[in-house]
Structure formats: C-alpha cells, structure tokens
C-alpha cells in the first residue's frame, strides 16, 4: 500500500482520511496535500506532519494516486488547473457527491477512477464509504482502496452506478437521519421533566448500543427487535404507534426524496459537462 498520495483540498473528509491513515501507520512523507489558505496549509502540515502545497500541479505529478475532495461544481476547474500533469498509470478516487464516473472520465481522461460515498462518522473511524471503479481499476487498484477507507470505517463496492444513488440515501446522507430521530427523543425526554443531558446520554448511547448488536452479531434485526418486545409491554406499545403511523412509509419516502435529489445532481453535473464540452 505505499504509494504517494495527494488530496486536491483538504477539508473535513480528507482530513479524517489522512488521520486515519497515520494513524495506521501510513508514513506521512508520503502524503501531500492542497489548500489555498496559508493557515490550514500550515496547520495540517504540524499536526499530521504531511506535506502541504498550494499549487495542485505539484501534488498530482509526483502522486502515484490523487484523492480528489474538492466541491463538485469546482471540480472540472479544478482539473483544468493540473490535467497537464495527469498520467495514465494513476489512480483518481472522487469522494464529491453527485459527480459521476463519466463526467470525471470526461475532465480526466483514460485514467482509472473511482467514485466513493464516505461519510461523516469517518471522522471518527466509524464511517462506511460506497464505491463504484471504472473499467480501468483493477483488482489490485480496489484492495488498495479498500485499504484506504478500511483506515476511516468500512467500505462496499456496487457494480452499477444507480445504485450510488441508493448508497447516497442508506448511507451518505444517512446520519443526519438519526440525528433528526435522536433530536426528536430527546425533545420528548425533556418534556417528560428530564434534563436534556441526560436525555442526550441516555438516547445516544442506546442508538450507539443498538447499532453495535447489529453489526456484531448475526441474528436478524426483526429477531433482535422481537428480543426485547414482549407482549403489552412498554416496547410493544411504542412500536405500535410507530406501526399506527406508517413508519415504513415515512422512511420510504424519506429515502426516495434523497434519491430524487442525489439524480437530479448528477444530471445537474453531467448537463454542466456536456455544455463545456
């Protein structure tokens, strides 16, 4: 796995990436990354102890892969700036949301590409990142960088491009899903007469709990459910009203709505390549 990499904008993503790779022993000479601003430049550079540049140019061309984090509509500008330096043994991994593999084809050119979905608890390692590789990535391309977002969480590859609107939804935007719901736990917990940190711990740490049941354990989620639902009891009526409300269609359409948005992105972006082109 030790191969340069360089981070065209260095933000919250890149920044929990390059920490979670030091912290597995990635060595830092080896990683550059990009701003624009002298004071993030210099703060990355003393606390990960990597090398910082402004110009995008320099970072690409002695970088064997190229971790692109920049905003999706700055991104074809931003290749604009370095397309000279591209070359075609590289590997380019986007984690822009909406950009699709052909418009990235379309600024790149004949490079291997792959389109990631991290998202925010890989700030904390905790994150599960969707990906999607082009024809020119090969197998050892995606244990390399299955290696990468292994450093931040987990990872999940699809094989057809409309699913990356699915991950988008279970996954990329999902946190926020459960924040709305603990924020709405906790509201009711306050109105119940308890102070909002207890509240805060005690929802928090059930989700944190609940999650960890899940994905460490091999029984069903409806049997896990099931386990602690017992016949009229305080469980049982709080799923009923779930149920009375139609819980499975409030999530679907929630869900459907992200999906809506994360097509009508990368239509947004392609039509925006096509006009340029």
């Avoid at 700055?74 to 070359?87: L, P, Y």
């Avoid at 459910?225 to 499975?248: C, M, V």
Wanted: proline share 3%; aromatic share 6%; net charge negative.
């Amino acid at each position: 796995m030790q191969q340069s990499i360089a981070f065209i904008g260095v933000g919250n993503m890149a920044g929990a990436i390059i920490r979670g790779l030091i912290q597995n022993g990635y060595p830092a000479d080896l990683i550059t990354g990009t701003a624009r601003n002298d004071e993030k430049r210099d703060a990355f550079a003393k606390e990960l102890g990597i090398n910082m540049t402004h110009d995008n140019g320099v970072a690409v061309a002695d970088a064997d892969v190229i971790v692109l984090c920049v905003k999706p509509a700055q991104m074809a500008d931003v290749v604009a700036g370095f397309k000279a330096m591209i070359t075609s043994d590289q590997l380019y991994i986007s984690v822009a949301a909406g950009l699709g593999l052909d418009s990235l084809a379309d600024w790149l050119g004949d490079v291997a590409i792959v389109r990631s979905m991290p998202n925010t608890p890989a700030q904390l390692g905790a994150g599960m990142t969707g990906l999607i590789a082009n024809d020119r990535v090969s197998d050892a391309h995606k244990d390399w960088v299955n290696e990468l977002f292994a450093s931040v969480g987990d990872s999940l590859w699809v094989e057809d491009e409309n699913h990356m609107h699915t991950v988008t939804a279970l996954s990329g935007s999902a946190p926020a899903y459960f924040f709305r719901f603990l924020e709405a736990m906790i509201k009711s917990g306050q109105a119940q007469g308890l102070d909002q940190e207890s509240c805060r711990k005690l929802a928090s740490y059930t989700m944190l709990g609940a999650a960890r049941m899940v994905t460490e354990t091999p029984e069903d989620i409806s049997q896990l459910r099931k386990n602690i639902t017992s016949p009229n009891g305080t469980t049982e009526q709080a799923l009923n009203s779930f149920e009375a409300n139609d819980i499975d269609q409030i999530v679907d359409q929630a869900m459907q709505a992200c999906i809506t948005r994360s097509n009508e992105m990368a239509t947004l972006f392609a039509s925006t390549t096509a006009e340029k082109d």
